[in-house]
């Protein structure tokens, strides 16, 4: 299976042209800008039009206007993540957001709790601690999450949000990828990261 990997286009998605070949497309999260539901609505009609196979978006702490939401009409092929999870071809992705209102209090951590064991691809929007997390002289992954990553032990987990950190890296037989496409100004594109599976 070949994964192209998405994060943090913030309201670009329209930028993004000649995308490569993938049978999964995945979005980490930080679709819009501003939040608003105008921005996500735009989104989620640019996401549902690209020629995949399969697409799979979680939410991140720019696209608030979504939380608690329940999102109808998607394509049968469109799977929205929110602690919950899909199985495309017999692979198991599961995808937790980050919602601010979770994360000030214990609920991102309960969710956290909740992945599944059999989890072969984790997709969210932040990353794991010390793992393509650094900037400013700080990394901000979460500790919680890289103990839940060692336990459950996925092929790939696949989160953005640091900007400064786009990439891919293999730790402890774990792919990792920071999929945040824009810099830190929002000025340049990266390449979007595609992964095996």
């Known amino acids: 299976m070949r994964i192209l990997h998405?994060?943090?286009?913030h309201g670009c998605h329209h930028r993004l042209k000649n995308l490569p070949e993938a049978d999964v497309v995945v979005h980490s999260g930080d679709f819009t800008m501003t939040g608003t539901e105008q921005q996500a609505i735009d989104f989620l009609n640019w996401f549902c039009d690209l020629p995949y196979a399969h697409k799979v978006f979680i939410c991140g702490n720019h696209d608030d206007c979504l939380y608690g939401a329940n999102i109808d009409g998607l394509d049968s092929n469109v799977h929205y993540l929110c602690n919950s999870g899909v199985e495309v071809d017999g692979v198991k992705f599961y995808g937790v957001p980050m919602f601010m209102g979770d994360c000030i209090t214990?609920?991102?951590q309960r969710n956290i709790a909740k992945i599944p064991t059999d989890t072969d691809i984790l997709v969210t929007h932040s990353p794991a601690y010390g793992i393509l997390d650094?900037?400013?002289?700080?990394n901000y992954?979460?500790?919680q999450l890289l103990a839940k990553?060692?336990?459950i032990h996925p092929r790939l987990h696949l989160f953005g949000h640091i900007h400064a950190q786009h990439g891919i890296t293999t730790l402890h037989g774990i792919t990792f990828s920071n999929g945040a496409i824009m810099n830190a100004d929002y000025t340049h594109i990266a390449t979007p990261n595609i992964l095996m599976i």
Request: charged share 50%; glycine share 6%.
């Open 6 to 9: 998405l994060s943090d286009t």
């Open 149 to 151: 990553v060692k336990e």
């Open 141 to 143: 992954g979460d500790e």
């Open 106 to 108: 214990d609920r991102q």
């Open 134 to 138: 650094y900037d400013d002289n700080i």
